[in-house]
Structures are given as C-alpha cells and as structure tokens.
C-alpha cells in the first residue's frame, strides 16, 4: 500500500486539491483512477466541469461516477475503482467523498479499509469528503482538514459553473 492521504472538513476544496495531484500526476506520465463515489456527471443538465476536463486526459486517467447505466451506488463505484487499481496499478486513486459516503452510512469505514490494503504498493491514495472517520485518520499518512473561514454560499450564491462544478 502507497501513502494514503485525507482532505477533510467543511470548507470549499477538497476535490480540487485531490484533482489537482492528478493534474501534477499526469505532468510526469503517471496514470491515475478517479472514483466519484458520490457524484454524477451531470449537474443542472450540463456535463460537470472535472470530468470534461478528465476526459480530456484519458490516455492515463479513468474516470468513475455514478449512473443509471452501470455504477448505480458508492460501493459499485468504489468497489470498480478497487478492482481497475488492482489491475491496471494507477499512481494515484483519487477515492472522492469518500468520507461522506461512510459519514453517511453508505459504506462502512472497515469496508474501505480493507479495499485499500488490497492495492499494490505503488497507489496512493486520496480520501477525500467531510466527515472523515477516526479510522481513516489513523491509517492516514498525510491528513489535511479544510477550514470555512467565508463562503460566498452564505450571501446564497449557488452552484457557479467553473467553481463548483
């Protein structure tokens, strides 16, 4: 097992910190596996801003939401990226409101850690979501939490494309 890292707390970033080390990951030809475990694709009607963005790197990173199609709960979308981790030995897992999903009783913290240890040593993974549980921070190699100091939410400010999605 990789170095696993967590981003937690209420405020905004998480995901784009977390997409951010695949950006830096795809600089240097390491190949990642995103896994939304709680999103969809499309927000408002429209596709969401990362997967656009992803989809334009395919040569080296998958890209894992829910559907209606395939991957229809967290665990099919987190189980899927477990499995293509296993065998395709990404640098990066980028395991996506994880932490919301156990958080919200979607999926078991000790379920996640078991998936985790069943990767090769060369993935790294991200934790990403509020509500890390205490389980995750002690395995966790790295655990940075995320501070709401101001968010423009509280003026009702809703859903920006480009920063939200």
Do not use: C
């Not at 596709?47 to 040569?59: H, P």
């Not at 209606?68 to 099919?76: G, M, N, Q, V």
């Not at 190699?141 to 100091?149: G, I, P, Q, Y």
């Amino acid at each position: 097992m990789g170095l696993i890292l967590v981003y937690t707390g209420d405020g905004k970033g998480k995901t784009t910190a977390a997409l951010g080390l695949v950006v830096r990951a795809y600089g240097h030809g390491l190949r990642s596996i995103v896994a939304h475990v709680m999103k969809t694709l499309i927000y408002r009607g429209q596709w969401v801003g990362e997967y656009l963005a992803l989809s334009k790197m395919s040569d080296l990173v998958e890209v894992y939401y829910m559907s209606d199609i395939a991957l229809r709960t967290p665990r099919e979308v987190f189980n899927r990226a477990i499995e293509r981790s296993v065998e395709v030995k990404p640098f990066l897992l980028i395991l996506d409101e994880i932490n919301n999903a156990v958080d919200n009783g979607l999926m078991s913290a000790s379920e996640v850690i078991e998936g985790i240890r069943k990767l090769p040593s060369e993935v790294n993974v991200v934790l990403t979501g509020r509500g890390a549980p205490r389980e995750f921070l002690e395995i966790a190699d790295l655990v940075t939490e995320f501070r709401a100091v101001k968010h423009y939410y509280d003026r009702g400010v809703v859903g920006v494309m480009g920063l939200e999605w």
